[in-house]
């Protein structure tokens, strides 16, 4: 770990409340893309650890979905953390929504790919879809998201309410801009030994970012120096 680093957990300082399930669901624009599914792949930059996939959204939708998103009520994190919390300071709107986290799930090529996957033991169970706490981030220039950890979730998915827990999160990048890499810190080898370089995931418009939380890396949102960065944000669910 970095010196002078602290190993706090995902949650953020300072985060505001999410929205609550009884508000009315943005009319979110639809995520058919028109990408064949079988165009895409996969691809792995750590084993059972880091995945990506390119091209996810076309750039077209990204551009589209920045616009919407900016009409939200985004709200702005403050920077002063709780005691264990990681300091984090972007713009945010959150929201439980079903509906869209099965949108995302089936208009876009995220099933075919996660289902079709070769290693199916690296999702930590039997997938059943996203995590239907949908959140959306924009960092400004000066904003960013310090080392942390994401944890696993217990959740109830779907009309059966069948038990499930997160193990994967899921970013996927509407813009890029300078500065906003998603850095990853892996553990030394051997005690004593010098921690590897980082693994640093620069932004593609309509990548998708997947990352194990179940056993999770320390990691950071580096700080956004110019334009702006936006995110969708979910989770992997399987059954527990």
């Known amino acids: 770990m970095p010196k002078g680093k602290s190993k706090a957990t995902g949650a953020a300082a300072g985060t505001a409340p999410p929205t609550t399930s009884a508000s009315p669901a943005p009319n979110w624009p639809s995520l058919k893309t028109g990408i064949p599914p079988d165009s895409l792949f996969i691809n792995t ?21 920045v ?31 079903v509906k869209f986290a099965q949108l995302l799930w089936e208009q876009t090529a995220l099933e075919h790919l996660v289902r079709g996957y070769e290693e199916q033991t690296v999702w930590r169970g039997e997938v059943l879809g996203l995590n239907p706490n949908i959140r959306v981030y924009r960092y400004k220039p000066g904003q960013f998201f310090d080392q942390h950890y994401d944890e696993s979730n217990k959740v109830t998915f779907g009309p ?18 300078e500065g906003g890499e998603t850095a990853f810190y892996p553990e030394p080898a051997r005690k004593g030994q010098r921690a590897p370089d980082p693994i ?41």
Not at 82 to 88: P, S, T
Not at 160 to 176: A, E, N, V
Not at 208 to 226: K, S
């Open 160 to 177: 059966s309410r069948t038990p499930g827990k997160t193990t994967w999160t899921l970013l996927i990048y509407l813009t890029t801009c």
């Open 45 to 65: 930059l750590l084993h059972d650890q880091i995945l990506i996939i390119r091209n996810l959204l076309s750039a077209k939708l990204c551009k589209d979905y």
């Open 67 to 97: 616009a919407f998103l900016s009409s939200l009520p985004l709200t702005t994190t403050p920077g002063t953390p709780k005691r264990g919390e990681a300091v984090r300071v972007n713009d945010r709107f959150q929201i439980q929504d």
């Open 200 to 240: 640093i995931v620069g932004l593609e418009t309509g990548m998708a970012l997947l990352h194990n939380h179940d056993d999770c890396m320390l990691h950071e949102g580096r700080e956004v120096v110019r334009g702006e960065k936006w995110v969708l944000r979910s989770d992997l669910v399987v059954r527990r």
